[in-house]
């Protein structure tokens, strides 16, 4: 499994070459999650916060947003259609406000 940094205010884009993906925060509260393809794709986000963890399933084509309330979560593709795009960010809405304002 690999294990991508996730740092503040930060944006990673991959295309996943494994069927798990771990992506490990510095203290981030809120993450969203992008999935891009053509094609159908399914995937289950597991993300861990605070005492618990909680699983999200997400099955789409084309674009899906998440957003999830950590930065210390997993990723395991079901279903994995070649042209897959997963984006993860950490700007979190202060972030967003600030560059509406510009």
Do not use: H, W
């Amino acid at each position: 499994m690999k294990c991508i940094k996730l740092d503040y205010l930060s944006i990673i884009k991959i295309r996943p070459t494994d069927n798990f993906v771990y992506f490990e925060g510095q203290g981030c509260f809120e993450t969203v999650i992008t999935f891009r393809s053509k094609q159908s794709y399914e995937v289950i986000i597991t993300y861990y916060y605070k005492d618990f963890e909680e699983k999200i399933e997400v099955k789409g084509k084309s674009t899906s947003k998440i957003c999830i309330p950590s930065d210390l979560f997993k990723i395991e593709i079901i279903k994995k259609p070649q042209d897959l795009e997963i984006i993860a960010s950490s700007l979190n809405d202060y972030f967003d406000e600030m560059l509406s304002l510009n």
